[in-house]
């Protein structure tokens, strides 16, 4: 089947040719069989396999999404793929991850780029920035559309203070629920785990204070 495939693609490729040299004189199938002959298979192997798993996980993302949206998943994954320094599968993986997370396809659609810029900002995996994001707009009730904004106050707020854009997110968690009972902002809240960071308070222990002093 991996070498069917391989022969459509050189198929498509030769017919692109056609302009060029007048014919396609070998069809893809029999290339494909020269490529198996000539023991070059396993160079291209690498290629469908990555192909493959990209596509799976779109189709997986699409399928937790649940809306039959996967056509408008896999235009979002493409765009932001074609600028992100991660590969097409990691940002696929990403809307996996953010479909798990209760987004619709046009909350993926909305989220995946600027996720993306703020994980390469701060050297921070797909995953890890996606699950700081994702939990703080819901936390803190904002739209998706806003993502980039939130990205720009996280890894604002991380890099001018002692503290890594991952405690940050963890501080976040225990702070964002009450910090929004209290109406502080994000940048409100983000300004206050600076705040304590630079004082050598930061991650859970920094979450766990600003939680206690918002309670009382």
């Known amino acids: 089947k ?17 302009g060029l040299d007048g ?8 290339l494909a069989g020269l490529v198996a002959t000539l023991g070059m298979g396993r160079m291209i192997r690498g290629v469908i396999g990555t192909a493959s798993n990209y596509q799976a996980e779109v189709t997986k993302a699409a399928a937790i999404e649940g809306g039959g949206n996967n056509a408008q998943i896999t235009q979002a994954v493409n765009a932001t793929a074609q600028v992100a320094a991660g590969t097409p599968t990691e940002v696929a993986e990403l809307a996996t991850s953010l479909a798990r997370a209760g987004f619709d396809a046009n909350e993926i659609s909305n989220s995946l780029n600027g996720i993306v810029t703020g994980a390469e900002a701060t050297s921070t995996s797909f995953a890890d920035m996606g699950s700081i994001v994702s939990n703080n707009l819901r936390a803190f009730g904002l739209e998706t559309e806003k993502t980039s904004k939130l990205v720009d106050i996280l890894v604002a707020g991380a890099n ?4 890594q854009i991952g405690d940050l997110g963890e501080t976040l968690k225990y702070t964002a629920p ?5 109406n502080l902002t ?18 859970s222990d920094a979450g766990t204070a600003l939680r206690k002093s918002l309670s009382q």
């Open 186 to 203: 994000v940048n409100d809240t983000v300004a206050l785990t600076a705040l304590l960071a630079n004082n050598g308070i930061k991650g």
């Open 23 to 30: 014919q396609a004189a070998s069809t893809g199938q029999k």
């Open 178 to 182: 009450n910090a929004r009972l209290f």
């Open 2 to 18: 991996a070498y069917k495939r391989l022969g459509n693609q050189i198929d498509r490729l030769k017919g692109k040719l056609k």
């Open 160 to 163: 001018s203070s002692n503290q």
